[in-house]
């Protein structure tokens, strides 16, 4: 399958991601032939078979409903490009 | 040979006879890295302060007769990816290029708690998406063996750090290759432990389902020493498995016999170098000859490895880094015009290009009218994959193959053509895919380039790998040689 400008694009804004244009054709070329690649698994019949999400048997991992001491305010905000009275400052979503 | 040269269990003993102090120890290692880490390039922070002052503290507890851990006062480091409260953790990207983690990682605290000497972060190919740390954003690592050669990646840091005789060991991630590649690449001991054995918490995400941290190390006894310190179950990583506390300083016995090792045929193929291949029958042979047996096996759906490694992992990554918004941590784009369009900036400004194309690959492969045909088949025949493995374990105790195609290749040599860079992980991939554990130990030379043998195991044979690993270094003496640098 051969990946067009249109495809990268349409993928590029589902990953919120953006390139130039020289960006787009280059993408373009090396996801064709990385996809053309995996086409590989064409050839494998898998009718039947149950994917592996996981490879341990481990279901349903639980703790003990017990409460504990979340992170400090300060230390969750320490990284934050723009606290603001003990906030995460976002830019306003709503016009 | 130069202390610093030496292996931490060697150490660890001068230590406890009192012929070197922790300080001393950790003011070498300091010392080093400022003089020839400009030419290898294998970190990204160190921190010597705060280093020499937990080395004087270790020394302060030996001096009063306290009992302390193997790994006490030995300085180490950890890949770049592994949280560190404090302390720089970049993942060696612009994106989380001033970020300082407000916690460690459940190894990080358990190296601390056996009084381990962090000296320093190591570089990465970005989000350990890469075959040769060129894909970091901020240096290119060099191989010791050879400065035109990569280190292997992505944990290259790591190898070139522990291989350059700068610390005496580190800790890597391997989600298709990255402990063991590099291992291999630069002459050391590498293990991926199986899925679930080492907790996760704390490894910034790549793909969650394959990823697993272990150790590097200068031989096979410092590799049981290291999953003695890092192994075991964690409530905070939901898929850390709960079993036995093995003591893997156990495995450590010089004898295979009885051992029934297969040879698994599709790793000898084609693009398997013809002197890769004689290194690795080699130490087969001589693996014979001290008892064990092999017999032929194949595994027959390895060639299809490699494909449901890049869609597996590329729709992880896609998944786990859509956390990375400039809103919470990390690096935000100056200007911006709505929220959507900070998100877009600061990804595309943060992440690099590698990067990218996985993310690309990833939602292209999960997106709508898609997912079946991509993702859904890459699990069934991840199945399948796994089943080969199964198969084989129940008539083998071990199997061998290369661990990887060729030697370290030279820097650039592959870096326009991303096929080819993945390439080179086509006999690391099908062990995490299978959630096995494997381990790579050095089998010979090429041309002055080390050569790496993988040993795999079923799940939780850790102590069979280390075994045999052990049987083979100590029939050889691979393990003493050190680069001149």
Known sequence: MTISIKDVEQVANLARLSFTKQEKQDFAEKLTAIVGYIEKLNEVNVEGVEPTYHVLPLLNVLRKDEVQPSMEREKVLANAPDPQQGCFKVPKIME | ?485
């Open chain 2, 1 to 485: 040979m130069d202390l610093l040269q030496r292996t931490a269990h060697e150490v660890r003993d001068l230590m406890r006879k009192k012929e070197i102090s922790s300080k001393e120890l950790t003011e070498a290692a300091l010392d080093r890295i400022e003089k020839i880490d400009g030419q290898i390039e294998a970190f990204l922070h160190t921190s010597r302060e705060r280093a020499l002052t937990w080395a004087q503290e270790v020394d302060k507890r030996l001096q009063e007769g306290q009992e302390l851990s193997d790994l006490a006062g030995i300085p180490m480091a950890l890949k770049d990816n592994i949280c560190t409260e404090g302390i720089p953790t970049t993942c060696a990207s612009k994106i989380l290029g001033n970020f300082v983690p407000p916690y460690n990682a459940t190894v990080t605290e358990k190296l601390y708690q056996g009084k381990a000497i962090l000296v320093g972060k190591t570089n990465m190919d970005e989000f350990a998406m890469g075959s040769s740390t060129e894909n970091s954003a901020f240096r290119k690592t060099k191989n010791p063996w050879d400065e035109q050669r990569v280190p292997g990646g992505s944990s290259g840091g790591s190898a070139a750090a522990v291989a350059s005789s700068e610390v005496f060991y580190a800790l890597g991630s391997d989600t298709g290759g990255s402990i063991r590649q590099p291992a291999s690449f630069c002459g050391l001991v590498g293990l991926k432990p199986t899925y679930g054995l080492v907790s996760r918490y704390g490894l910034i995400a790549y793909a969650s389902s394959l990823d697993q941290i272990g150790p590097l190390t200068k031989d096979v006894e410092d590799c049981a020493l290291v999953l003695n310190a890092i192994a075991g179950h964690d409530p905070m990583d939901s898929t850390s498995a709960e079993g036995k506390e093995v003591d893997y300083r156990k495995a450590l016995i010089s004898d295979v016999k009885g051992l029934k090792i297969g040879i698994a045929k599709e790793y000898f193929g084609e693009g398997i170098d013809e002197a890769v291949k004689r290194n690795v029958y080699a130490a087969i042979e001589q693996l014979k000859s001290l008892g064990a047996d092999y017999e032929e096996v194949s595994l027959p759906h390895t060639e299809y490895a490699l494909p449901t490694y890049y869609i597996l992992a590329s729709s992880e990554c896609s998944s786990n880094l859509a956390r990375f918004d400039g809103i919470r941590y990390g690096y935000r784009t100056e200007s911006y015009d709505n929220l959507t369009d900070l998100f877009v900036k600061t990804r595309s400004e943060g992440f690099g290009e590698e990067v990218k194309r996985r993310i690309m690959l990833g939602t292209y492969a999960l997106s709508s009218g898609y997912y079946d045909a991509y993702y859904k088949k890459a699990l069934q025949v991840r199945t399948l994959i796994k089943q080969d493995f199964d198969k084989a374990f129940e008539k083998f105790d071990v199997l061998i193959a290369p661990t990887t195609p060729t030697p370290a290749f030279r820097l650039g040599e592959k870096t326009d053509d991303p096929l080819q860079m993945y390439m080179s992980d086509v006999c690391t991939v099908p062990i995490n895919i299978a959630g096995i554990p494997a381990i790579s130990v050095p089998c010979g030379f090429v041309e002055g380039l080390p050569v790496g043998l993988q040993i795999m195991g079923k799940h939780f044979a850790e102590s069979t790998l280390l075994r045999v690993a052990y049987t083979v270094e100590q029939n050889n003496a691979y393990h003493k040689e050190r680069p001149a640098l």
